[in-house]
């Protein structure tokens, strides 16, 4: 089997996706109005019932018979109305509320709106990603040799923090609902971000699949929230689907709050689970715990299992500051192990150490810029007269040397496509 690696970029990315922000504001009346409602509601105290008005006022103008744009408006806007109906009939009219009544429900209907906007920009963003993740497959695989027989599988891999909420100075998770949405592919897709339908990265993992072809992404990490707690989550797409998730766990200052909150818990599937994490870094949120349980998987941990072309494949993912903690893959071995990460310095003998590739190494660092695959039988890569079969004897010029060749690729903007592809 042949793997090609293919990888976003950051610092090329970036830019990318804060225009995209401008241009989903901007481009569809029903995008720019429900961010106006949801600034509103965040930042004016009191406004609720100006906006209940404003919302009156809109439906009764629009009337039933909508077309194009009018009809998302109208769509997001009597959900609006439902809600505020909703709360008069639990509550009385809002005019009879107190200040202290109508700031709690204001802030309830600010969450609302934002969960709705949180769903819309999601799959916006997904369909960016998309979009520069086909054209560099469509780039890799058009060198291939029609008549070639070779098993091939296209590792693409994202940088930590590819996806959060609107980008502002800080970094802005989910709600736990909408990346439940995004891990079960059922965010709305009816306002298409190029004309055509929107992209999902299963869908993505689909395309390109043919009998000796496969299509494998690590889809960095997203930002999510529940009740005040953060998780940074790593999700994986293969055949069609959201196959695992893993989460960070040396969290810091970068990972939303996560770091002013006791909001780790040890793994388990239920009270009467027999399966107990086998030690207690082995932490995650509920929605962790429960897609992997839905998935068949009975442990939470940074190593699993694929078929691929009738082979077990072992793959191990490391976040970030996770990889200066041995004992969070311990005594785990893989296949290939992948390292997704926003700022990690990979010159030091501890990093190395942590490496658990029996095979390949795979690196993606967004805000260092580097993104590179290395290979455990690569004899360019070790220090002199030392045993190449640790990673803890690569010889840290030949490590900078491979991602320093300009990874950067003006093939397709923000996108990194591996000139090496290496054999397992």
Not at 169 to 174: E, I, N
């Amino acid at each position: 089997m042949k793997v090609h690696f293919i990888s976003v970029h950051w610092i090329q990315f970036y830019p990318i996706i804060l225009a995209e922000q401008e241009r989903f504001k901007k481009e569809h009346p029903a995008f720019k109005m429900l961010c106006e409602i949801t600034d509103a509601l965040k930042k004016n105290a009191g406004c609720l019932i100006e906006v209940r008005e404003s919302v009156n006022f809109i439906l009764g103008a629009a009337g039933e018979n909508v077309t194009g744009d009018l009809i998302y408006i109208t769509n997001i806007l009597r959900m609006f109305q439902e809600k505020l109906h909703n709360y008069e009939a639990s509550y009385g009219p809002l005019e009879g509320l107190s200040p202290a009544k109508i700031a709690e429900l204001q802030k309830a209907l600010y969450h609302f709106a934002r969960g709705i906007r949180q769903e819309y920009w999601l799959s916006w963003l997904q369909d960016i990603f998309c979009c520069q993740v086909k054209a560099a497959l469509i780039h890799a695989m058009d060198g291939i040799p029609y008549n070639d027989t070779e098993q091939r599988l296209f590792i693409v891999v994202f940088p930590e923090f590819s996806f959060t909420d609107f980008l502002t100075r800080d970094l802005v998770a989910f709600y736990k609902e909408t990346v439940y949405k995004f891990l079960y592919g059922t965010l709305p897709n009816d306002i298409p971000r190029t004309g055509a339908p929107l992209q999902t990265l299963a869908q993505l993992t689909t395309a390109f699949h043919e009998e000796n072809r496969e299509v494998l992404i690590f889809a960095g990490t997203i930002m999510w929230k529940a009740s005040g707690t953060y998780y940074n989550m790593a999700p994986v797409f293969f055949q069609g689907a959201c196959v695992y998730v893993w989460e960070k766990q040396q969290i810091s200052g970068e990972d939303g709050k996560s770091y002013q909150v006791r909001h780790r818990h040890p793994v388990c599937f239920g009270e009467k689970a027999t399966y107990r994490p086998p030690h207690s870094m082995y932490m995650a949120g509920s929605l962790t715990v429960n897609f992997l349980s839905q998935k068949g998987f009975r442990e939470v941990k940074p190593v699993f299992g694929l078929t691929i072309f009738e082979r077990a494949i072992r793959f191990a993912i490391t976040i970030c500051l996770d990889m200066n903690d041995h004992s969070i893959i311990g005594a785990e071995t893989a296949d290939i192990h992948i390292l997704i990460a926003a700022g990690m310095n990979p010159n030091h003998e501890f990093y190395y150490a942590n490496i658990c590739a029996k095979r390949l190494f795979l690196y993606c660092d967004s805000a260092m810029g580097r993104t590179a695959m290395y290979r455990l039988g690569d004899k360019t890569l070790w220090l002199p007269d030392k045993n190449p079969d640790e990673w803890i004897y690569m010889n840290p010029e030949a490590v900078a040397e491979r991602y320093r060749s300009d990874p950067a690729s003006d093939i397709v903007t923000g996108i990194y496509i591996a000139p090496n592809i290496e054999e397992i």
